[in-house]
């Protein structure tokens, strides 16, 4: 009976307890983990909609791109006027920054001014004539000069679309500012109206910029990783650095931009609904905006206080609090605000101010009336951080999956009264954020002064940069290509092209015959041996082709690594260590005793006098073996088989891995009669109409042209293009003045990959510096403009071969198809479009689909293999 008694006695306190009634009451406010990743779901989801051309608006936020290409790198200096308007105050301050009349470089001064608040107007006209004569006020109270212009930054912390850093359409007003005649309207344009009006202020505005950004960029100026930009005050919104390529609203995908989310409008939608409570419904349709800035609402400093007094009204009404007592101060809008809620929530005093403002609304609380207050001021705004905290997990793991990390060590630069004033409120919030994302190492800092010396900082790195691309604008300028200049490189790829058919040797572009007379058909079937030799590695393949109604196909290959000393040693030591991997490859698959028929991918300029039968005109790609050039290449690799003498090996094709690539997509489109290689090299093949370099054989309408077109301008036809730099990489290249187009577009195995992680943004560009990250900028501009050159010089090639093709054929227009392989156009974010798009440009005629091959060396070598079988098991019948 003790034990019964002292188990009732417990429960009994533990209802009497005023927390967890109110916990009862509020539950649809307490949001869990799971709850929280939900949120954060959707807020990507959100996010991906509103960088989309086509879904931005129908997205709830807006993602508008800012025009600020860069986070502040310490070198950032000058002298500017600030105006700060939007949230509760309004300030006009003078910022000097970093070596700006005796500033030390890193530093930042203001001089600022509060003035009141212009939120009661109601018209333009009052609005900005307020801030112009409230900045000309400020310039004779600070004694500054007149008699110059003054660069001005312009923080206005509304929803704005920006088309250019200093100009932008207002959206809407939020934050009870009501001003008519603005919105749709250019706010800088409005602001020189009115410096006009007032007069006596000459003053250029070099950016405008919300709150959000300017506090990023505050931060940023001491910590170069604060990438995120959040306030929590007022009202509350996001920024943070974007991936250039994905913001759709924008031109240009090289770099990043920050991107101002305005994400209070989250849930304005209904994405929120959920999770939205009564009392956020109340609010909501009492407000200046039903419908419109839902998490904004749940969130931000305006509406916390009266949150919570919708939920205490509640609670009398149904006697739960004050014994059912209600006053008229606790039904009237606007009696608790968030500094209230801030002071509820103290350690020490939190329950004796809970007190006071209740007693402060005509209440008479008792001590548990006044812990259960209390309570529901903790949930309200502890909502309010949990969700804060999904918005911030969503922008993070964006970020992380943009530049395929996974971890991420980042900032957040953080200001607003809530996060400032309210005690718990940081604590909770970066709790929750790393529990959301524990492989995020997330540092938050408070901003000083953030909305107005961020703006100041944002104008003064646009000016840093602005000087900086006009010096590395004309470093590249020679890599920029006119339309009238690709059309020329077309022209003269044509007639290379023509000139390489006609000729034997004499043609900067070989035009080599393959001996590959036809694309596969379907009716391929067998085991087959491919061998791949290339770049820096040698692979062996084992396909297997099944015959049906759908083309069936399996591979098993296993990748072997050419040391340097034998890509340069003896062509006999070469050919030696291919036999060597071939004799482990069948060892492995259990085969050695087998005698399949293989095909052999040699990726090098070959002339070729039957399908099985090549001589190696030159080498390239690192390689340079001795004895080999104007030698059999299928004969040296018999005879090193030979030498080994462990296994018979039957090569019935030696192929280009360029044609190997076309016939690998043919075998999948039977419109695909195009292989293009982008990679260490570059190359293309294409069946050509009853070519005359096929030795005079009677019957033979087509046969696949290796091109080697990475030779043209080795005659000088591409001096009038080539770069000081070009000339420099051909001078220490292995082979001098010969492949003068592939260093146009090749690209170098590890500094490739860089210069595609550069332009990605898959990892910090700084790590490719060996410079400061002064540079940051530079090396993705360079890495961009080389990048673009040589995929435009690769499409100009491209459509002189369709062309081509579309006039032997006499085709008004032609529908074809191109296989393609190679690092550089898989990996590159940038490049595969660049090349489509100038083939469009250039041969309007022609409709290219470009198809990326998937193993294409090893199964286009085993088809050509296939095909070749095929024609002399016709050829006996």
């Not at 004539?129 to 006020?137: F, G, I, N, P």
């Not at 931009?257 to 209904?270: I, L």
């Not at 929120?272 to 969130?299: C, H, W």
């Not at 067998?526 to 015959?547: C, M, P």
Request: aromatic share 6%; charged share 25%.
């Amino acid at each position: 009976m003790f034990v019964v008694h002292i188990v009732a006695s417990f429960f009994s306190k533990l209802q009497e307890d005023p927390t967890k009634k109110v916990d009862r009451f509020l539950y649809a406010m307490h949001l869990h983990d799971d709850q929280l990743s939900d949120i954060s779901a959707r807020f990507q989801a959100e996010m991906k909609k509103g960088l989309s051309v086509e879904s931005n608006a129908a997205a709830a936020l807006k993602m508008l791109p800012t025009h600020v290409r860069s986070t502040p790198d310490g070198s950032e200096k000058g002298e500017f006027l600030a105006l700060d308007l939007g949230g509760s105050r309004f300030k006009v301050l003078q910022v000097k920054v970093g070596e700006a009349t005796g500033i030390k470089k890193g530093g930042v001064e203001m001089v600022e001014k509060t003035y009141p608040t212009p939120e009661e107007s109601s018209l333009l006209l009052q609005l900005f004539d307020h801030v112009s004569e409230s900045l000309k006020d400020f310039l004779h109270e600070k004694n500054i000069s007149l008699e110059r212009k003054h660069p001005l930054a312009f923080t206005f912390s509304f929803p704005c679309e920006q088309s250019t850093l200093n100009q932008g359409l207002l959206l809407n007003w939020t934050k009870n500012f009501r001003a008519g005649g603005l919105q749709g309207k250019d706010v800088v344009q409005a602001l020189r109206g009115a410096l006009d009006r007032i007069g006596g202020v000459d003053v250029e505005v070099l950016a405008m910029v919300n709150d959000t950004v300017a506090t990023m960029m505050t931060c940023g100026f001491d910590d170069q990783q604060c990438e995120v930009g959040l306030i929590i005050g007022t009202g509350t919104n996001a920024c943070y650095m974007e991936e250039l390529r994905h913001i759709d609203l924008v031109e240009g995908d090289e770099g990043r931009m920050c991107v101002n989310t305005e994400w209070g409008a989250f849930g304005d939608d209904g994405a929120l609904k959920d999770y939205v409570t009564e009392f956020d419904r109340d609010l909501d349709a009492a407000s200046n905006n039903p419908g419109k800035q839902i998490l904004e609402k749940m969130v931000g400093g305006m509406y916390l206080g009266e949150l919570v007094r919708l939920v205490v009204l509640k609670m009398a009404k149904l006697g739960l609090l004050f014994k059912g007592q209600v006053s008229k101060a606790l039904r009237t809008k606007g009696t608790i605000t968030t500094e209230h809620v801030a002071a509820m929530e103290e350690y020490k005093n939190g329950l004796n101010n809970t007190r006071d403002l209740l007693m402060g609304l005509d209440l008479i609380p008792t001590f548990d009336d006044c812990v259960a207050v209390q309570h529901v001021s903790t949930i309200v705004s502890f909502r309010s951080s949990n969700l804060v905290s999904a918005g911030l997990a969503a922008i993070l793991t964006r970020i992380m999956e943009n530049r395929n990390l996974r971890k991420l060590r980042i900032t957040v630069g953080v200001d607003g009264t809530v996060y400032k004033m309210h005690p718990q409120y940081p604590k909770r919030l970066h709790k929750v954020v790393r529990r959301l994302l524990p492989e995020c190492h997330v540092r938050f800092v408070l901003s000083d002064s953030g909305s107005s010396k961020g703006a100041a900082l944002v104008s003064a790195v646009a000016q840093r940069l602005a000087s900086r691309r006009r010096q590395v604008d004309g470093m590249l300028s020679p890599f920029r290509l006119s339309q009238e200049q690709l059309r020329l490189v077309k022209t003269r790829m044509r007639t290379a092209l023509e000139a390489g058919l006609k000729s034997k040797g004499s043609s900067a572009v070989k035009m080599l015959p393959s001996f590959v007379y036809r694309t596969p058909d379907g009716t391929e079937h067998g085991k087959y041996l491919a061998l791949h030799l290339g770049e820096t590695n040698f692979r062996a393949s084992l396909v297997k082709f099944k015959q049906g109604l759908q083309h069936n196909s399996r591979l098993y290959n296993k990748m072997y690594t050419i040391p340097l000393e034998i890509k340069q040693g003896s062509g006999e030591e070469l050919f030696d260590y291919i036999a060597q991997c071939v004799g482990d490859f069948l060892d492995y698959m259990g085969m050695k005793k087998a005698r399949l028929p293989a095909g052999f991918t040699f990726s090098f300029p070959c002339e070729h006098t039957a399908v099985d039968k090549c001589t190696l005109v030159s080498w390239n790609k690192g390689f340079k073996a001795t004895d080999c050039e104007g030698r059999d290449v299928v004969s040296m690799l018999r005879e090193a088989i030979k030498r080994r003498n462990e296994f018979d090996l039957d090569v019935a094709a030696v192929v280009n891995d360029t044609v190997a690539t076309m016939m690998s997509c043919a075998y999948e489109d039977p419109r695909c009669e195009i292989g293009l290689i982008v990679g260490t090299g570059c190359n293309v093949c294409y069946m050509e109409e009853g070519s005359e370099r096929a030795e005079g054989r009677a019957g033979i309408l087509k046969m696949c042209i290796n091109t080697e077109w990475g030779g043209l301008g080795d005659d000088g036809s591409l001096d009038d293009i080539i770069t000081p730099h070009d000339i420099e990489v051909d001078q220490h290249s292995l082979n001098p003045a010969k492949q003068r187009e592939d260093y146009f577009f090749r690209g170098q195995g590890g500094r490739n990959s860089c210069v595609n992680i550069i332009l990605s943004g898959s990892a910090n560009t700084v790590l490719f510096c060996v410079a400061m990250p002064i540079m940051v900028c530079v090396v993705v501009q360079v890495c961009g403009a080389v990048s673009r050159r040589a995929a435009q010089l690769c499409g100009a090639g491209m459509a002189a071969v369709v062309d081509k093709i579309r006039e032997n054929r006499g085709l008004d227009h032609l529908n074809i198809s191109v296989g393609v392989d190679g690092t550089l156009y898989k990996l590159h974010p940038h490049f595969s479009g660049i090349l489509q798009g100038t083939v469009r440009v250039l041969a309007p005629q022609c409709t290219v689909t470009f198809l990326p091959s998937e193993e294409g060396s090893g199964k286009g070598a085993a088809l050509i293999t296939a095909v070749a079988r095929q024609k002399l098991e016709t050829s006996h019948d």
